[in-house]
């Protein structure tokens, strides 16, 4: 079963639109995917490599070309017909072209990731080949490998009872600090964490904000071996299921309030009419409004905010534009990133405002809806109408925005490093994440840590209480992660009623960028700059930068509606969102009604704590997996040196990806006349007016009203203005009526 037709129509022109359709005119129902890629690589070959003309077009036809390419790979369906592409996305995720077997979607999963992981390795090949060569002490990354043997003998000891289990394997929890060394080999902690990270077959990708990256090492291994890897990071803001589960979903509250009395919906509005304003005392409005606004706001208030916001965002847009063509000096740099002083200061002028504005919309609506004479008869209709709904998620947003940056984090890496995986190294990880050791050691690292947004918005420092009550994850594949199953650290464990479970919550909608690869984002990059980056790796601008550019290129290099837009920003993917609440009280303590967490353990003695869950999975996890025989084999098997990043890819070859260039014009051949001269035009040879001479322009200048009129302008001493994009012949017009080309 195959999702409606979306039709695939590129924004080109002329030449460029007529050879697109060309192309995918060959795209029938029996064309095989290797022929269908066939043909997006001899296009992109022809636009790199052979097109000389029409730079702007040739940028657009590479892009709509290398995202054709990542959609086709995203088993996307293409097929020509009645003169249009029509696109059909696959749901792998149900009863589709795919049975739904693990092995088979994993398959295809990794078949997509396979070419942006290939081309992260080739970005990392001297760091690679820096790893695996020997250091000054005589040691490499090599040594932290479990060799399959040696591990496979431990194990078999503590099978057959010579040696305890504990001793067999002894995990600890290493957390990475940049400049820390590693008392073995003398290799950088971080970069121990960044060459493990490179095995993973999803391709690595920088995130900005809070981090917290963890080795989990063998202290039974002589060189306490790697037995795996994990970071947490920001949490993203939208995840419908997760904002359920805790309560932060405006559908979810609705349905809820309905079910209460009116006296009780009061209660619950009053609570929402402070959340909003928690949220207006983190914004700086000095510049914004009045007090009296924000007090008692009126609609032409809100509405001089969002004027307000909107020429905020085009002031970045016009600085972003002035630093890539004049730059700017280190000292108008912004601590944000690569952008100017300048460009900070208006992108939160605009955040300041647009959520100023909402959050006041938000206070005018519920504080009438409070106060309304005739409350008993209209909160109901209320609840249940779009603007009910509006205010109540704007309200919702705003608690959340208090804590989703400070008191929730995402397990983005999980797993275990070969050959600790046969003995289930991955459970082992996931439930370390969650360990009483994770939650001191954010605590310890941010707690006065000022939060980079909240405090320019606020304009000054804010610092949240660093308690990490909840983790989250999603599987890599949606049919399921053994890892995650049944995965709980039981209360007895500490003594107490409360389990801490990675708990199934709901699924992605397959939303996301994780089928683009980098060579497409380089080429959407290039084809939507405009002469300048309009997409930054700024911390605050919003989503993710990859899919900032994703949404901004589909819409301006594809003709399609708002709901076909969203489709094309989606992989057939969708994931299973799991979360563990570390407190008793999470949701509680998320939604304000309780000042402290309640954590399932006392986390000052978070050493202990955490050897207590090592001990848990030993005796859970680790004991029964050695009663599996197979195992054994398998990790005698292990071949470390095969496992090598460096033997993945090709030693001597680096990655890059070719710009598209102006190309250079040839000197005018004075002996070309007639048929050859318009041929050259039309192939951009000689598409340039201001590079042709007078006389010879004037053989295909066709006189009109407009030359007298420019003429008898400029006779009468008027000024003349001449407006118009590149190429639409201005000067063309200029040369013939006053055949000097040193005026334009």
């Not at 905010?305 to 002031?315: K, P």
């Not at 605009?350 to 909402?358: G, H, I, Y």
Request: charged share 25%.
């Amino acid at each position: 079963m195959l999702n409606r037709e979306i039709p695939f129509r590129p924004r080109l022109e002329g030449d460029f639109r007529i050879r697109f359709y060309n192309a995918v005119s060959r795209i029938t129902e029996n064309t095989t995917l290797a022929d269908i890629e066939n043909i997006a690589d001899e296009e992109i070959k022809w636009v790199t490599s052979e097109c000389t003309f029409n730079l702007d077009q040739r940028k657009k036809y590479r892009a709509v070309w290398f995202l054709f390419r990542d959609l086709i790979h995203a088993s996307w369906k293409a097929l020509y017909r009645d003169g249009v592409l029509y696109m059909n996305l696959p749901i792998l995720n149900g009863n589709s072209t795919h049975d739904g077997s693990a092995p088979e979607v994993k398959q295809l999963l990794r078949s997509w990731m396979s070419e942006s992981r290939h081309e992260r390795l080739l970005t990392f090949i001297d760091f690679i080949k820096h790893m695996e060569a020997r250091n000054s002490a005589g040691h490499d990354i090599s040594e932290l490998i479990a060799d399959g043997p040696e591990l496979a003998n431990r194990i078999e000891q503590a099978h057959a009872g010579r040696i305890s289990v504990k001793q067999a394997v002894q995990p600890y929890l290493q957390l990475v600090t940049e400049n820390e060394r590693d008392q073995f080999t003398g290799l950088k902690i971080s970069e121990i964490w960044r060459y493990f990270r490179l095995t993973w077959s999803t391709p690595s990708e920088t995130t900005p904000g809070r981090t917290m990256q963890y080795l989990i090492r063998d202290a039974a291994h002589p060189m306490h071996a790697v037995m795996g890897i994990a970071s947490l990071e920001n949490c993203a803001v939208q995840i419908t299921c997760r904002d359920d589960y805790i309560g932060w979903n405006q559908h979810a509250f609705i349905e809820n309030i309905l079910t209460l009395s009116g006296d009780d919906a009061r209660l619950e509005f009053q609570r929402l009419l402070g959340y909003i304003e928690d949220g207006i005392s983190g914004i700086d409005y000095s510049e914004l409004c009045t007090e009296m606004t924000v007090r008692n706001p009126t609609d032409e208030d809100i509405r001089m905010l969002l004027d307000f916001a909107a020429n905020a965002e085009q002031q970045r847009q016009d600085s972003l534009r002035n630093s890539s063509e004049n730059g700017y000096d280190d000292d108008e740099r912004s601590e944000l990133g690569s952008i100017s002083t300048k460009t900070e200061q208006a992108l939160y002028n605009r955040k300041r405002a647009e959520q100023l504005a909402r959050l006041l919309i938000a206070k005018k609506t519920l504080t009438d809806i409070v106060n309304d004479p005739d409350y008993d008869e209209n909160w109901i209709n209320f609840c249940k109408s779009e603007t009910g709904s509006s205010v109540i998620r704007n309200a919702l947003v705003a608690q959340k925005t208090k804590h989703i940056g400070s008191s929730l984090m995402e397990l983005n890496v999980c797993g275990a490093i070969p050959p600790y995986n046969e003995i289930l190294g991955g459970k082992l990880v996931a439930l370390l994440a969650t360990s009483p050791q994770v939650v001191h050691d954010y605590k310890t690292r941010y707690e006065n840590k000022a939060s980079e947004i909240a405090s320019r918005l606020k304009g000054q420092p804010v610092c949240r209480p660093a308690e990490l009550v909840y983790v989250g994850t999603t599987s890599l594949y949606y049919v399921g992660s053994s890892q995650y199953n049944r995965l709980k650290i039981p209360g007895e464990v500490f003594g107490s009623d409360f389990d801490v479970v990675w708990k199934r919550l709901g699924m992605t909608i397959g939303f996301g960028t994780m089928h683009i690869s980098k060579a497409t984002t380089l080429s959407l990059t290039e084809a939507t700059s405009d002469g300048f980056n309009r997409i930054n790796h700024v911390f605050g601008e919003g989503a993710s930068p990859k899919m900032r550019l994703l949404t901004m290129a589909i819409r301006e290099l594809i003709e399609a509606t708002n709901e076909d837009s969203k489709d094309f920003s989606k992989h057939a993917m969708s994931r299973i969102v799991y979360g563990a609440c570390l407190a008793s009280n999470t949701s509680d303590y998320l939604l304000g009604k309780d000042d402290r967490p309640h954590y399932y353990t006392d986390m000052e003695q978070y050493e202990a704590g955490t050897q207590k869950i090592i001990d848990y999975w030993s005796e859970r996890w680790l004991s029964s997996r050695l009663n599996y025989e197979p195992i054994y084999e398998r990790i005698r098997a292990f071949d470390k040196n095969a496992f090598m990043v460096g033997n993945q890819i090709d030693g001597e070859k680096e990655w890059s990806f070719p710009q598209l260039e102006v190309a250079q014009m040839p000197a005018n051949d004075e002996t070309k006349a007639g048929l050859q001269f318009v041929r050259d035009f039309y192939r951009g040879s000689s598409g340039y007016a201001d590079h042709i001479a007078p006389e010879r322009l004037s053989l295909i200048h066709l006189k009109t009203r407009l030359d007298s009129a420019i003429i008898d302008a400029a006779k009468n001493g008027k000024d003349i203005v001449l407006t118009g994009n590149p190429g639409d012949g201005k000067t063309h017009i200029i040369i013939p009526n006053t055949g000097r080309s040193e005026m334009v």
